[in-house]
């Protein structure tokens, strides 16, 4: 005898249309011929939708039936039941849900089944919400819709995707200080940690409003010139490297903000990281490696008087590539643009500079001499790129640097500037407003710092919410004697009891 056990929850519509495919693939395979990437596509589009109506029916679950609830201190009263669309990882579900209201706030409806999920926008799901923040992070809205279409799960329009990170960008600005403090607590510094670096750059980007324009045009009536060219102004963007002894780089934390006066959050961001690194390891060595611009320097050097004192001097080094740069444009104002004379005197001059103890010295000496000899345009070039390189002859002892294991190149702080900032601010068309740049600017830097699914947890837990039913107790009655029983009941006060209330996600 066989004895057969057929499991309920298998009997859903959903599950019955997955088996009767099967059977039917099952039963027609060999006698006609088959599409296998049709047969993925169909089997694949049946299990989300098993998926969504398991989704839907859990979800339903945490749905409140009561006269009356409390939500963070306000006490709403039940309104009706409505049905209502929703988009979870697997597609579109509909559930069915109450709604309540509240007489200081007659005109909005609150839904306890939203705050006890942790519906983001009152429309994602914690994961497709999850899933949705991390591809806008990397792509617009335009090539995020059409990749998740084209995955096959949900598929969200691009109107709603572009107005995710927008919906999470206040939670995680209103609590910023507060978890980033408590990513850095989840973190540990690798004990091959020798040395520290600190950099900051900024990076131009398109703006959106019509102040932009008023300020170049003021600017252009009194005969000055804006800060940037119209309509763009500078993302601030720093980084905290860690490297071994061998100056091989361990990890980084990238930061990016939106324009503001002074990059007041960046330095904050930046300090904060390097007192939390330091407390930790006391002993590294500090770096603070930038381009020439006088700003970077005068914002690393604040920084550096919040933190607590050096084990050993701070070694301020300008990055060894902007140096070049410099170098090949004295080069080419000296012995012409482009030519063979000018990319050979590069290279000696490139290899001195790197190699040689006295190398910022003999550049020094050699653009001197060299722009003695000139006068007009050709001596101001010269000029322009001596003085640069007298300005920063302090921090240019790369064979010292390079001696001691230090890094002397800004490749992190370069690669952090175009990863992101420019390949996702700077596509054609594009301006951005503060709050929605830096929306995505937040995305990006959790993603590339490793921090994302730790502050994920941070940031969903956010949108769950406690929900409250109030429970009458039965009332007695006080009976008087007299011809006719008279019933009395004594008001009480209603207590407060947690409705079924899940435990938020480690």
Not at 84 to 101: F, I, K, P, Q
Request: glycine residues 6%.
């Amino acid at each position: 005898m066989e004895l057969c056990h057929t499991e309920q929850n298998l009997h859903s519509v959903a599950a019955q249309r997955i088996n009767a495919y099967i059977a039917q693939r099952r039963e027609q395979f060999g006698k006609e011929v088959h599409d296998f990437e049709h047969f993925e596509q169909e089997l694949h589009t049946l299990i989300m939708a098993l998926e969504g109506e398991l989704v839907g029916e859990e979800m339903s679950r945490y749905d409140v039936s009561a006269e009356e609830i409390e939500v963070e201190g306000k006490v709403y009263h039940v309104g009706c039941i409505m049905p209502e669309t929703y988009l979870c990882a697997a597609g579109l579900v509909t559930v069915n849900r109450h709604l309540y209201h509240s007489a200081q706030e007659a005109r909005k409806n609150l839904c306890p089944l939203e705050l006890r999920v942790g519906m983001i926008g009152g429309y994602f799901t914690p994961r497709a919400a999850r899933q949705g923040a991390f591809v806008m992070a990397h792509l617009t809205a335009g090539e995020s819709e059409a990749l998740l279409t084209e995955m096959g799960n949900m598929q969200p329009s691009r109107s709603s995707l572009d107005r995710l990170p927008k919906e999470l960008s206040p939670h995680w600005e209103e609590h910023r200080v507060e978890w980033e403090t408590k990513l850095r607590q989840m973190e540990s510094i690798p004990n091959t940690a020798k040395t520290m670096a600190l950099s900051v750059d900024g990076v131009m980007a398109p703006m959106r409003g019509v102040k932009l324009q008023e300020k170049a045009a003021k600017a252009q009536q009194s005969g000055k010139h804006a800060s940037g060219p119209t309509g763009y102004k500078e993302v601030g963007c720093g980084t905290v490297t860690l490297y071994d002894q061998e100056a091989k780089r361990l990890q980084t934390i990238r930061y990016g903000r939106m324009p503001e006066p002074k990059k007041a959050t960046l330095q904050q961001q930046l300090e904060t990281e390097a007192r939390s690194t330091l407390a930790l390891c006391p002993t590294v060595q500090r770096v603070h490696l930038a381009d020439g611009a006088h700003h970077n320097w005068f914002l690393l050097n604040e920084i550096e008087q919040q933190l607590p004192p050096a084990a050993q001097p701070t070694i301020e080094i300008v990055d060894y590539y902007h140096a070049c740069d410099h170098l090949k444009e004295g080069c080419d104002a000296a012995w012409g643009e482009s030519s063979v004379a000018s990319k050979a005197q590069f290279e000696r001059l490139k290899t001195l500079l790197k190699e040689a103890e006295d190398g910022a010295e003999r550049v020094i000496h050699t653009l001197r001499y060299q722009r003695n000899k000139t006068k007009g345009y050709q001596y101001t070039r010269l000029d322009r790129e001596l003085t640069y390189f007298c300005n920063q002859r302090h921090r240019m002892h790369y064979a010292d640097y390079l001696s001691k294991h230090l890094p002397i190149a800004s490749g992190v702080m370069e690669a952090s500037c175009k990863t992101l900032v420019t390949q996702r601010f700077k596509r054609s068309g594009m301006a951005w407003t503060i709050a929605g740049g830096q929306s995505i600017l937040t995305l990006r830097s959790l993603i590339q710092s490793d921090r994302w699914v730790a502050a994920w947890q941070l940031l969903q837990a956010d949108f769950r919410k406690e929900v409250k039913v109030i429970q009458k107790k039965p009332t007695l009655p006080m009976i008087f004697p007299g011809p006719v029983t008279s019933l009395i009941y004594l008001a009480r006060p209603l207590p407060f009891v947690t409705y079924a209330n899940l435990p938020l996600a480690a």
